[in-house]
């Protein structure tokens, strides 16, 4: 049996090419990529894409399905809001909930409640009161609401997170049912380097996952827009451009002379001509870019980063607790980041230091190694950055 193509790109560890690589094999993948953000995930690789001709795989998904970015240029200008951004992040930390539970009482609707509470799969119409007590909160982790001073002059604003709770417990009752177990039992506690949970495509259980994947993937779009909408409010301002796309997702698509799932996790779809936003750290211009036509793309799966991929874990940066509050042994030192932040007019609000810059690779860096096969068109400098605060856990980030 031929060994599967796999295309790497960029600086990456090799135990992430290992994940790749058993997870194309174990599917008869016609290919597979590893971006140059990429970096250890569970089982499949952050930054990873694996193209099935038979097969998809809630595992390779991840448990925050739908997780994306949005951004949205406005028609204000910069030197318009300046002078008023400590008080417009206060106000969007007020009225966007960050972390664990919702902290407004702002009314939340959307049609997509509506497809959830009347979904074909039954177990994900029991989740109904959850999504729609979690639609337009934006979690923890790298999970953020940011403003930026775009390269034309105007305010952008732009998001980056998926599916909450809804996408994690859809997941989590898959990965359970795929185990023989119920859509309600604990999912098996799977090593980082387990193997993928693959589920055929024809399959009655294969379809369910199809299903609820999409609609899970619908809802994080719809959390999205009802996020940035929210900061337009705040801003008063309206949208004049936008650009919206998941990176934890599978999409039907057509490589190398066959109909194939490709699964991105943490990975940016970049056909020719598609653009996507890919955000960089708390403290460096994010971009918009666009696909091109290079023939390296097709390499790739028309897949590109999702973001700048991290250097360390989140316990190397933070540290770890001790009893009694604080935390010892973090490569970083975060008074110290925001001190600099603040030096380069960036508002924080919440964050940590396992998001600090230094705790990821420079997203330029990244960007060259996928070469002719991307263009940017917009770079983004960050003036705004809220996240969730110091020491949140919240169960649904990716």
Avoid at 22 to 42: I, N, P, Q, S
Avoid at 278 to 299: F, I, K, Q, W
Avoid at 319 to 329: A, C, D, E, L, T
Wanted: aromatic share 6%; net charge negative; hydrophobic share 40%.
């Amino acid at each position: 049996m031929a060994q599967t193509p796999i295309t790497v790109r960029g600086d990456v560890d090799e135990r992430a090419v290992a994940q790749l690589r058993r997870c194309a094999e174990a599917g008869g993948a016609v290919a597979g990529v590893l971006c140059a953000d990429g970096h250890v995930g569970y089982s499949q690789p952050i930054g990873g894409a694996v193209a099935y001709p038979d097969h998809i795989s809630p595992s390779g998904v991840g448990y925050d399905i739908g997780c994306g970015n949005k951004a949205v240029r406005t028609e204000l200008r910069v030197d318009e809001v300046r002078a008023e951004l400590p008080r417009i992040m206060d106000t969007i930390v007020e009225r966007v909930s960050f972390g664990v539970g919702r902290h407004n009482d702002e009314p939340v609707d959307h049609p997509v409640l509506d497809r959830i509470a009347q979904t074909d799969f039954a177990p994900q119409r029991k989740l109904a009161g959850l999504a729609r007590k979690q639609l337009g909160t934006v979690g923890a982790g790298n999970h953020y609401v940011d403003l930026f001073a775009g390269d034309d002059g105007l305010v952008w604003v732009g998001v980056h997170f998926g599916s909450r709770g809804f996408g994690h417990r859809t997941a989590s009752g898959f990965l359970a049912l795929a185990a023989g177990r119920r859509f309600d039992d604990r999912a098996p506690d799977g090593a980082m380097d387990a193997p993928p949970v693959l589920l055929h495509v024809d399959s009655e259980l294969g379809q369910a996952y199809v299903g609820a994947m999409e609609l899970a993937g619908a809802y994080a779009y719809a959390g999205r827009d009802v996020v940035v909408d929210r900061v337009l409010d705040v801003l008063g301002a309206r949208a004049t451009y936008e650009v919206h796309n998941h990176h934890n997702f599978a999409w039907r698509e057509r490589h190398h002379g066959t109909d194939v799932w490709v699964v991105r996790k943490g990975c940016t779809p970049a056909f020719p001509g598609q653009e996507g936003f890919v955000g960089a750290t708390m403290g460096e211009p994010s971009v918009v870019l666009r696909g091109t036509d290079d023939p390296a793309g097709a390499e790739l799966l028309h897949s590109t980063v999702h973001g700048a991929g991290r250097v360390m874990s989140r316990r190397q940066a933070a540290g770890r607790r001790v009893k009694g509050g604080g935390r010892i042994g973090g490569l970083i030192d975060f008074p110290a980041v925001r001190r600099d932040l603040a030096g380069q007019g960036v508002e924080l609000r919440g964050g940590d230091a396992d998001e600090a810059p230094d705790a990821y690779k420079r997203l330029d860096a990244v960007l060259a190694a996928h070469g002719p096969t991307i263009e940017v068109l917009h770079r983004l400098t960050p003036i705004g950055v809220a996240m969730a605060g110091p020491d949140v856990r919240d169960p649904y980030k990716d």
